[in-house]
């Protein structure tokens, strides 16, 4: 069964570096999200992407984060500027296409830890 | 955004028993998955279900949209079927999750 990969499974940063979280999304999937999850809460929306370009976004993504298809496989998030609070698990999902029938298949997540 | 509401939120479980999940939502939908986070944070698809009834070996699961729950059986546990259990809703263009139950099943 085709995987959304995500790596790394684990990253540590110091508060204030630059982190960019790496995923690869099922090859004929058109549509990529990103979703966090703070230790012990709800897996929350973070944005969608779609033909090159946000879709929509969460209160949580700020200006501090951003994300890219930098080639036709690879979808990344970026972290300008990490702070403790921005220690989660990150879970990449992509789906074939749009509208609300469609199902996610996530990634295994990358386990943040800002220090 | 949709409510998402599961219980119990936490379940102890000896090893071969079965247990029944619950995860209400607030609105109308036409995606509902329901994942496995293990303990290391993985999370698992376990199955899109929408409406009707699907099974997976142990689990299985049955979505009555029009009444707003979903249910999902896991029968004869093993301590490998610990972690957290998650439903997710799909509203528009994003999934909006429960706060899970979290399975314990002990030897």
């Known amino acids: 069964e085709p995987e959304v990969t995500q790596t790394p499974s684990h990253q540590v940063t110091q508060m204030g570096q630059e982190v960019i979280l790496r995923c690869v999304p099922i090859?004929?999937?058109?549509?990529f999200y990103w979703y966090r999850q703070i230790l012990g809460q709800k897996v929350e929306f973070l944005v969608s992407?779609?033909?090159?370009?946000?879709?929509?976004k969460s209160e949580i993504f700020d200006d501090q984060f951003s994300v890219e298809r930098p080639d036709g496989s690879n979808f990344t998030l970026k972290i300008r500027s990490t702070k403790l609070e921005d220690s989660a698990m990150y879970f990449c999902?992509?789906?074939?296409?749009?509208?609300?029938?469609?199902?996610?298949?996530f990634g295994s997540g990358t386990r943040l830890t800002v220090v | 955004g949709i409510q998402v509401e599961q219980s119990p939120p936490d379940l102890i479980l000896q090893e071969g028993a079965n247990s029944t999940l619950r995860c209400n939502f607030s609105?109308?939908?036409?995606?509902l998955q329901w994942f496995h986070q293990n303990p290391w944070g993985q999370l698992i698809n376990l199955f899109y279900?929408?409406?009707g009834t699907k099974q997976n070996g142990r689990l299985s699961a049955t979505t009555v949209a029009t009444e707003r729950y979903s249910l999902l059986y896991i029968s004869s546990s093993q301590t490998t079927d610990s972690g957290v259990y998650f439903c997710?809703?799909?509203?528009?263009?994003?999934?909006?999750f429960g706060t899970g139950t979290s399975l314990t099943v002990i030897p």
């Open positions: 999902a992509s789906s074939e296409a749009g509208g609300e029938y469609y199902g996610y298949t």
């Open positions: 090859s004929n999937h058109l549509y």
């Open positions: 992407f779609y033909n090159n370009e946000i879709s929509e």
């Open positions: 609105d109308s939908v036409n995606n």
């Open positions: 279900i929408p409406s």
């Open positions: 997710a809703v799909k509203g528009g263009n994003q999934f909006y």
